[in-house]
Antibody, heavy 116, light 107 residues
């Protein structure tokens, strides 16, 4: 059974870059023709899909965030990562990682607060 | 972008009840609709795929219906463990989009 776990700083200053990692166990990020996604949920609001990286390395981002987002994969550590630049308070959210376009497996999420 | 309008935002049920949660898409998405259950502090659980197919391991009291723009998640014979946040996802087109979610309380 594949499991995903998000990790990274819980507090980021405005204008800085948010960096999170998703560690995958029970499966490989470099095989199986899977998509690896990031999703977020601001407090009291709905879910927003951020983007994905395909096992081959190709990416697709939500146009609303595209100019600030980079998703990458580290096959040696069986992880994939999210970088979101120039953050503001509006980027405060619980960030989730998930597998495939169906989002069939999710991590528990990690709260990132943007504040000085 | 496909907007998903999910309702109700909150509902309360008694064990044994039947509940319906609706998700309406702003455009035709065929059967590319999934449903999820999430409890506080836990990973979301995938419960319905392709609008009507129960994900293996999910109790059969959960079911999904719909096609095109109107979709429904039904929970029959509600149990106390079904108290959770439920949300829908369309994966017909990008960006993937979600319904606003439904918080289900069990009395």
């Amino acid at each position: 059974q594949v499991q995903l776990q998000e990790s990274g700083p819980g507090l980021v200053k405005p204008s800085e870059t948010l960096s999170l990692t998703c560690t995958v166990s029970g499966g490989s990020v470099s095989s199986g023709s899977y998509y690896w996604s990031w999703i977020r949920q601001p407090p009291g609001k709905g879910l927003e899909w951020i983007g994905y990286i395909y096992y081959s390395g190709s990416t697709n981002y939500n146009p609303s965030l595209k100019s600030r987002v980079t998703i990458s994969v580290d096959t040696s550590k069986n992880q994939f990562s999210l970088k979101l630049s120039s953050v503001t308070a509006a980027d405060t959210a619980v960030y989730y990682c998930a597998r495939d376009l169906a989002l069939e497996h999710w991590g528990q999420g990690t709260l990132v607060t943007v504040s000085s | 972008e496909t907007t998903l309008t999910q309702s109700p935002a909150f509902m309360s049920a008694t064990p044994g009840d039947k509940v319906n949660i609706s998700c309406k898409a702003s455009q035709d998405i065929d059967d590319d609709m999934n449903w999820y259950q999430q409890k506080p502090g836990e990973a979301a659980i995938f419960i319905i795929q392709e609008a009507t197919t129960l994900v293996p391991g999910i109790p059969p009291r959960f079911s999904g219906s719909g096609y095109g723009t109107d979709f429904t998640l039904t929970i029959n014979n509600i149990e106390s463990e079904d108290a959770a946040y439920y949300f829908c996802l369309q994966h017909d087109n990008f960006p993937l989009t979600f319904g606003q979610g439904t918080k289900l309380e069990i009395k």
